[in-house]
């Protein structure tokens, strides 16, 4: 989710495996247990209750299936590609920028919905995501989502914002003073879509479809708004704990953000609130993907139902701060989530939100986009006051 | 008849013992046997993967699809001249310039004190007093630093209390290093870096002094030589390889870190973050291999330079 693309030495080892590996059929009935499943997963997304024993959700599963659970946490799309291209796998928590790619390497295999019991219970917007499901296959069953709230000091806003200006352009806020030095945004070349995203709103006459697929005008004028922003951002953030900190004891009072910092935050009663502006807001959705030649495809399916039907989605939902692909997760008391904090996440903005996805040189809405690695090396530069 | 024995025993059995016998035979296999193992690792893992670094930044990225071209080329070389990346490497090259200076000038006296004056305890104390924040985690250090530096952290409230705020104003709003708050800011950057890169310059600077024999002392003053005149033209001459030992701590150190920048400062990147950001979600790894090279570079004419002053003299 976090971070992107091409490791391009893995790029070019998965295009010279794809001749070599067929595709790889579907299963169509599940045989008895192997005894162990093995899971390449974001930081905190399989808990066992080690961090804390109130979030659990891997024991209970072990004990039931017969599989035992072996984690394997990445930080990086990048570093899961690697890993699942490397083997050894049979699951892995991929986000947007990374299912594509592991499809089209031909990494992972189309998943039998039909033996996926609580495939029904699946969100319907998820069901047909573009981000897993190619030519109306199934590759991976939907995990958790959430979007890039837009966090604020309810001290210095006496009513929620509502447009993402309050981080684009200089104003006076409601508390009196300039919103200088007091705003921060996400310190990865990402960002710029959230300028793009702004764009569409305000500069309607860009043409800006999607703001993963810019062509040079659009990026130019994005990046001439992110430099506007610059001379309004102390420091970018790029760890969740740095911005935590920054909100607590650097006076910042409002920035793109997670709904797990919000949480964190609200948790410690501070005057924290978060809105998703009218502008709408970008996002990330994972999902579970099984590898082409995974060993253990019976408790690799076993653990996909049990992502959906067990309390993993609802529990997952509080300790992450995210949203279930199982919208019941929130309703049904099947663990600590509710309604509420399910509305908080932003479960009902789904609409409003534009999913990461890696910015491609051929992108479809447009004849030529501008690819991810510029963005890297110009949002360096627009950090950097060029 | 008697069996006479003979002069020469016979070899003895055992392959331990003929390995033994060959050993002191041919001394050189053993140092090839004892020496061999680390300079394959130093040749193969250390050299072999620097060398696969410094190979990718002959490569280029290709503009359109952003894949790697493996043809021999120039171009990414080229790529660092841009004005974005050549601010990088300057910001970080005058920081570690300005950090080792700052860290020689207060690191002497320290040191001066430690060697010339302390003695039994105190001696101890300030070993101890040296040495104790290499003890605790480098990430708790400047986790703690951000606290003290912060707009509402300790520092400013020290300063809020002492009715000096219009101080730290009037530094923070210097263009360029000053910002929002000390730990946005280039100052806090310094600050922090001169913080724990210190103890890096105060012990080899203390070993150089230590050396300095007081009978040179004793004579510089036989001669009429004031305690300024001594030190100029006796102890700091003789301290200066210790000084140079200490600055190619702090400024390589300074000049290959990319945590504090990240953690205190106002997000403008120094070159180990642009290396970073380069290889890990970019994949542009020519560019990021290229920005390696430039600490490498600075380096080793900095090396050069200080082998010139003798500061592997007393190795």
Request: net charge negative; aromatic share 12%.
């Given at each position: 989710m976090k971070k992107f693309l091409t490791c391009c030495s893995a790029l070019s080892m998965i295009v010279a495996q794809a001749a070599s590996v067929q595709a790889a059929e579907m299963l169509t009935e599940l045989g008895d247990p192997e005894g162990q499943v093995n899971i390449v997963a974001w930081p905190g997304y399989l808990e066992r209750g080690e961090t804390d024993p109130k979030f659990d959700w891997v024991t209970k599963f072990e004990e039931e299936s017969g599989c035992k659970v072996q984690i394997k946490t990445a930080n990086t799309s990048d570093e899961m590609v690697a890993l699942m291209n490397e083997g050894g796998f049979d699951l892995v928590t991929a986000s947007g920028d990374a299912s594509l790619r592991l499809i089209a390497g031909k990494r992972v295999q189309p998943v039998n919905?039909?033996?996926?019991?609580?495939?029904?219970?699946?969100?319907d917007r998820l069901k047909e995501a573009k981000w897993h499901t190619v030519d109306g296959v199934h590759y991976g069953v939907p995990y958790m989502w959430g979007p890039n709230v837009l966090m604020y000091n309810t001290e210095a806003f006496a009513?929620?914002?509502?447009?993402w200006n309050v981080v684009f352009e200089e104003m006076t806020l409601s508390d009196g003073k300039s919103n200088k030095g007091r705003v921060q945004a996400y310190d990865g070349p990402i960002h710029i879509a959230d300028a793009a995203n702004y764009l569409m709103t305000h500069?309607?006459?860009?043409?800006?479809?999607?703001?993963?697929e810019l062509n040079a005008d659009q990026y130019a004028a994005a990046l001439d708004l992110l430099r506007q922003q610059r001379a309004l951002v102390s420091r970018y953030w790029h760890d969740a704990f740095i911005q935590i900190d920054d909100f607590k004891?650097?006076?910042?009072?409002a920035s793109g953000s997670w709904p797990f910092q919000v949480n964190l935050l609200q948790g410690e009663d501070l005057p924290i609130a978060s809105t998703i502006p009218e502008e709408g807001a970008t996002g990330w959705a994972d999902t579970t993907m099984m590898h082409a030649?995974?060993?253990n495809p019976t408790c690799s399916y076993l653990w996909m139902e049990h992502t959906l039907s067990s309390n993993l989605m609802s529990d997952l939902a509080v300790w992450f701060g995210a949203n279930p692909a199982v919208p019941a997760a929130c309703t049904d008391g099947r663990g600590m989530q509710t309604a509420e904090g399910c509305t908080r996440n932003g479960m009902d903005d789904f609409e409003k939100i534009k999913f990461w996805t890696t910015p491609v040189s051929k992108c479809d809405s447009q004849e030529q986009c501008v690819p991810y690695y510029r963005w890297v090396s110009d949002y360096i530069g627009v950090i950097g006051g060029r | 008849m008697t069996v006479l024995a003979p002069a020469i025993l016979p070899p003895g059995g055992g392959v331990l013992a003929r390995l033994s016998d060959l050993f002191w035979r041919r001394p050189s296999v053993l140092l090839a046997v004892l020496l061999g193992p680390p300079v394959l690792w130093l040749g193969v893992i250390y050299l072999g993967s620097l060398l696969a670094l410094l190979a990718q930044s002959f490569f280029s990225i290709d503009e359109f699809s952003g894949l790697i071209q493996y043809e021999w080329t120039l171009k990414t070389y080229g790529e660092l001249l841009h004005p974005a990346n050549l601010d990088i490497i300057l910001r970080t090259v005058l920081m570690a310039a300005t950090v080792t200076l700052a860290a020689a000038v207060i690191a002497f006296p320290i040191a001066y004190y430690a060697a010339r004056y302390a003695r039994g305890r105190w001696k101890a104390l300030f070993y101890l007093g040296i040495m104790l924040p290499l003890w605790s985690s480098y990430l708790v250090k400047v986790y703690a630093w951000k606290l003290i530096l912060a707009k509402e952290g300790i520092l400013n409230w020290i300063f809020a209390k002492l009715h000096m705020t219009w101080l730290l104003d009037a530094v923070l709003g210097i263009p360029v290093i000053g910002g929002n708050s000390l730990s946005v800011s280039y100052i806090g950057t310094f600050l922090v870096f001169l913080y724990v890169w210190l103890p890096f310059m105060i012990l080899p600077v203390q070993a150089a002094l230590e050396r300095v024999p007081v009978s040179l002392l004793e004579a510089s003053a036989d001669q009429g030589g004031g305690p300024r005149q001594t030190f100029r033209h006796v102890t700091f001459p003789l301290a200066l390889p210790g000084v140079i030992a200490g600055s190619i701590f702090t400024f390589s150190l300074t000049l290959g870190d990319y945590i504090i920048p990240q953690i205190v400062g106002s997000s403008r990147l120094f070159i180990g973050q642009a290396v970073y950001a380069h290889q890990g979600t970019a994949g542009n790894i020519p560019l990021a291999a290229a920005f390696t090279v430039v600490p490498i570079v600075i380096m080793g004419f900095y090396l050069w330079g200080a082998k010139r002053m003798g500061a592997f003299d007393a190795l």
């Amino acid at each position: 989710m976090k971070k992107f693309l091409t490791c391009c030495s893995a790029l070019s080892m998965i295009v010279a495996q794809a001749a070599s590996v067929q595709a790889a059929e579907m299963l169509t009935e599940l045989g008895d247990p192997e005894g162990q499943v093995n899971i390449v997963a974001w930081p905190g997304y399989l808990e066992r209750g080690e961090t804390d024993p109130k979030f659990d959700w891997v024991t209970k599963f072990e004990e039931e299936s017969g599989c035992k659970v072996q984690i394997k946490t990445a930080n990086t799309s990048d570093e899961m590609v690697a890993l699942m291209n490397e083997g050894g796998f049979d699951l892995v928590t991929a986000s947007g920028d990374a299912s594509l790619r592991l499809i089209a390497g031909k990494r992972v295999q189309p998943v039998n919905v039909d033996l996926v019991p609580s495939w029904s219970t699946v969100d319907d917007r998820l069901k047909e995501a573009k981000w897993h499901t190619v030519d109306g296959v199934h590759y991976g069953v939907p995990y958790m989502w959430g979007p890039n709230v837009l966090m604020y000091n309810t001290e210095a806003f006496a009513e929620p914002p509502k447009s993402w200006n309050v981080v684009f352009e200089e104003m006076t806020l409601s508390d009196g003073k300039s919103n200088k030095g007091r705003v921060q945004a996400y310190d990865g070349p990402i960002h710029i879509a959230d300028a793009a995203n702004y764009l569409m709103t305000h500069k309607p006459e860009l043409g800006i479809v999607s703001p993963y697929e810019l062509n040079a005008d659009q990026y130019a004028a994005a990046l001439d708004l992110l430099r506007q922003q610059r001379a309004l951002v102390s420091r970018y953030w790029h760890d969740a704990f740095i911005q935590i900190d920054d909100f607590k004891n650097e006076g910042v009072v409002a920035s793109g953000s997670w709904p797990f910092q919000v949480n964190l935050l609200q948790g410690e009663d501070l005057p924290i609130a978060s809105t998703i502006p009218e502008e709408g807001a970008t996002g990330w959705a994972d999902t579970t993907m099984m590898h082409a030649e995974a060993e253990n495809p019976t408790c690799s399916y076993l653990w996909m139902e049990h992502t959906l039907s067990s309390n993993l989605m609802s529990d997952l939902a509080v300790w992450f701060g995210a949203n279930p692909a199982v919208p019941a997760a929130c309703t049904d008391g099947r663990g600590m989530q509710t309604a509420e904090g399910c509305t908080r996440n932003g479960m009902d903005d789904f609409e409003k939100i534009k999913f990461w996805t890696t910015p491609v040189s051929k992108c479809d809405s447009q004849e030529q986009c501008v690819p991810y690695y510029r963005w890297v090396s110009d949002y360096i530069g627009v950090i950097g006051g060029r | 008849m008697t069996v006479l024995a003979p002069a020469i025993l016979p070899p003895g059995g055992g392959v331990l013992a003929r390995l033994s016998d060959l050993f002191w035979r041919r001394p050189s296999v053993l140092l090839a046997v004892l020496l061999g193992p680390p300079v394959l690792w130093l040749g193969v893992i250390y050299l072999g993967s620097l060398l696969a670094l410094l190979a990718q930044s002959f490569f280029s990225i290709d503009e359109f699809s952003g894949l790697i071209q493996y043809e021999w080329t120039l171009k990414t070389y080229g790529e660092l001249l841009h004005p974005a990346n050549l601010d990088i490497i300057l910001r970080t090259v005058l920081m570690a310039a300005t950090v080792t200076l700052a860290a020689a000038v207060i690191a002497f006296p320290i040191a001066y004190y430690a060697a010339r004056y302390a003695r039994g305890r105190w001696k101890a104390l300030f070993y101890l007093g040296i040495m104790l924040p290499l003890w605790s985690s480098y990430l708790v250090k400047v986790y703690a630093w951000k606290l003290i530096l912060a707009k509402e952290g300790i520092l400013n409230w020290i300063f809020a209390k002492l009715h000096m705020t219009w101080l730290l104003d009037a530094v923070l709003g210097i263009p360029v290093i000053g910002g929002n708050s000390l730990s946005v800011s280039y100052i806090g950057t310094f600050l922090v870096f001169l913080y724990v890169w210190l103890p890096f310059m105060i012990l080899p600077v203390q070993a150089a002094l230590e050396r300095v024999p007081v009978s040179l002392l004793e004579a510089s003053a036989d001669q009429g030589g004031g305690p300024r005149q001594t030190f100029r033209h006796v102890t700091f001459p003789l301290a200066l390889p210790g000084v140079i030992a200490g600055s190619i701590f702090t400024f390589s150190l300074t000049l290959g870190d990319y945590i504090i920048p990240q953690i205190v400062g106002s997000s403008r990147l120094f070159i180990g973050q642009a290396v970073y950001a380069h290889q890990g979600t970019a994949g542009n790894i020519p560019l990021a291999a290229a920005f390696t090279v430039v600490p490498i570079v600075i380096m080793g004419f900095y090396l050069w330079g200080a082998k010139r002053m003798g500061a592997f003299d007393a190795l």
